[in-house]
């Protein structure tokens, strides 16, 4: 490995480690990482601007660069709600006030939302 390729791989590593998961999927792809590895990224990503900044089109677009269908999403989100159920960690669950709804909505209800709204 050149000192070159370790640089990048360690920048890789803080990128993960610093949760900036959306600079860590684009890096990865840069670097030729496995597809699978940079799936995990790309799926903590799109968790990530859903679930912790309840972002409808940073989620859509995000989304649509990774190939994902609105069905995916759809399905990836659920999943991830029910993970998050699972372990007692309700805090991402909870509601939360959605400037485009006006009020406050729980996270499967944004999740409904976004998905209502996805074709708009």
Not at 13 to 20: C, D, G, K, L, Y
Not at 46 to 53: G, P, T, W
């Amino acid at each position: 490995m050149t000192v070159s390729e370790k640089a990048d791989k360690d920048e890789l590593r803080v990128e993960i480690e610093r949760e900036h998961f959306v600079r860590a999927a684009l890096l990865a792809a840069s670097l030729g990482i496995g597809e699978e590895e940079i799936q995990d990224i790309r799926l903590k990503a799109l968790r990530q601007i859903s679930a912790e900044y309840r972002n409808a089109p940073g989620t859509k677009s995000l989304a649509q660069q990774y190939g994902f269908s609105k069905q995916k999403v759809k399905n990836l989100l659920e999943k991830y709600a029910e993970e998050k159920r699972k372990e007692g960690n309700d805090k991402v669950l909870a509601h939360c006030y959605d400037l485009s709804a006006g009020e406050y909505l729980s996270f499967e209800e944004w999740v409904d939302q976004l998905l209502k709204d996805w074709d708009k």
